[in-house]
C-alpha cells in the first residue's frame, strides 16, 4: 500500500511558476513509476507526466511538453511537477499517482495508476 500525499498548490500568476511535491509512505518507493494526472473543472482526469523508478525515463502528454518538468528524489521518497509559464488552461486538480507497472504514456493514459494521493490545487489567474 502507497500513501501519497501532494503539497505546493495555490493561487498564482499566469506566467509564473510552481513546483509541486508528492510525499510517498512506501519503504519500495523506488521500485514504483511516478505520475502527475490533473482534472480541471468540467472535465475528465488526465494523463500529464510519468517518471519510472530510477529517474532515467519520463512520459510527458503532448500537452505540456516543454513546460511541464517531472523529478524524483528516491532519498526523500518524493515526487515533483515543475510548472512553467503556466496558462488559466493549467487551472486543475493535480493528483500525484504510483504504479507497479513500467509503462508507456498511452498506457497511463488508459489505465492510470495502482494508488493516488487526494490532489492539490492549482489555479491560474490572467
Known amino acids: 500500500q502507497v500513501q501519497l500525499v501532494e503539497s505546493g498548490g495555490g493561487l498564482v500568476q499566469a506566467g509564473e511558476s510552481v513546483r509541486l511535491s508528492c510525499a510517498a509512505s512506501a519503504r519500495t518507493f523506488s521500485s514504483y513509476t511516478m505520475g502527475w494526472f490533473r482534472q480541471a473543472p468540467g472535465k475528465e482526469r488526465e494523463f500529464v507526466a510519468a517518471i519510472n523508478w530510477s529517474g532515467t525515463s519520463t512520459y510527458y502528454a503532448d500537452s505540456v511538453k516543454g513546460r511541464f518538468t517531472i523529478s524524483r528524489d528516491n532519498a526523500k521518497n518524493t515526487v515533483y511537477l515543475q510548472i512553467d509559464s503556466l496558462k488559466p488552461e493549467d487551472t486543475a486538480v493535480y493528483y500525484c499517482?504510483?504504479?507497479?507497472?513500467?509503462?508507456?504514456?498511452?498506457?497511463?493514459?488508459?489505465?492510470?495508476?495502482?494508488?493516488w494521493g487526494k490532489g492539490t490545487l492549482v489555479t491560474v489567474s490572467a
Open positions: 499517482a504510483a504504479s507497479q507497472i513500467s509503462g508507456t504514456t498511452t498506457y497511463y493514459t488508459r489505465y492510470g495508476m495502482d494508488y
